[in-house]
């Protein structure tokens, strides 16, 4: 498991942490390649890649935990794992949080809808009571074996019910021990610039969506609105979709990947890019091990 005890104290100093969304080990690994030090790994994302449909609740916890579990035999990274809504009520967010944790998660993130969940971006969203929400919480909190494994409680309100009733809700949940908090889709760079002054005492999560309901903003602005986190879950998977419609087109018009050469890795490049070269050479370590000197492979004594 990563050193999760640097994310809780990381929040807490500048400057922001970005967190890119992953979806798998492969995403996981190139993210952390690319010099981020914590990742989100986006149940969004996982909806699109894994079953190719909307995020809408259709992803299962386990599908989740054995996403988590290879991400972390690969990578030290931080992960911030989406729980969508915890898979249930309150016990269910127990057994969540102990299975995430168990799988190597440094965070998880549960929201205050109804199940069948819908992506923060899309309408038609129903909430549960925050009452009810504020329990998931504490039973996350008392489930977790690592005071250093985060709970971060994000609110839809503001598309229900409003802005001032989204501020109230994430009120109550870090009154009810959350470690961060996540008020989704404000609709306005004015919205974004009220809720730091709203929520003190904890540290602020902003998402990022390229088409959404929020405005995108640069990292460095929402710093200085007073937010300590921001991701941008699915950029991934809308840059790679339109690469490889791209790249299918090409492959269909001529015959042949030629003409999109410039754009890929080639064989060498990916296989170095994941380590080939030297999960070989490993392997050939251990293997050296096994046959003593003198003694070819598949001779008996």
């Known amino acids: 498991m990563a050193d999760v005890a640097k994310l809780r104290s990381r929040l807490k100093r500048k400057p922001i942490v970005v967190a890119p969304g992953v979806y798998d080990a492969f995403t996981a690994l190139v993210a952390e390649q690319s010099g981020f030090t914590t990742l989100y790994v986006s149940g969004a994302a996982i909806s699109y890649t894994r079953l190719g449909r909307p995020d809408i609740g259709l992803v299962s916890v386990c599908e989740v935990v054995e996403i988590v579990s290879v991400m972390r035999d690969r990578v030290d990274a931080d992960l911030i794992v989406d729980a969508d809504t915890g898979y249930g009520n309150a016990l269910n967010v127990g057994r969540t949080m102990r299975l995430f944790e168990r799988a190597g998660a440094s965070a998880i993130q549960l929201e205050d809808q109804e199940f069948p969940k819908r992506c923060g971006h899309l309408d038609g969203k129903v909430l549960i009571p925050a009452a009810e929400m504020a329990g998931k919480i504490k039973a996350a909190l008392d489930a977790r074996r690592s005071r250093e494994t985060l709970v971060i409680a994000r ?25 961060v908090l996540f008020v989704e889709a404000p609709k306005t ?43 941008f879950p699915g950029g991934i998977v809308r840059a790679l979709a339109r690469m490889a419609r791209e790249y299918y087109a090409s492959l269909a018009a ?39 000197s003198g003694r070819k492979r598949g001779t008996r004594r």
Do not use: C
């Not at 598309?159 to 470690?179: K, N, Q, T």
């Not at 890929?264 to 392997?283: Q, S």
């Open 189 to 231: 760079r004015t919205e974004l610039k009220r809720i730091p002054p709203a929520l003190d005492g904890v540290p602020l999560m902003a998402n990022m969506v390229e088409g959404g309901k929020t405005p995108v903003l640069s990292a460095a602005e929402l710093e200085s609105m007073g937010f300590a986190l921001v991701i």
């Open 254 to 292: 001529g015959g042949t990947s030629e003409p999109f050469r410039s754009r890929m890795l080639d064989f060498t490049g990916l296989n170095e890019l994941i380590g080939t070269p030297e999960m070989l050479a490993l392997g050939r370590q251990y293997d050296s091990l096994a046959r003593p």
């Open 155 to 179: 609110t839809d309100a503001i598309a229900v019910e409003g802005f001032e009733s989204a501020i109230e809700r994430a009120a109550l949940y870090r009154d009810a021990g959350a470690d």
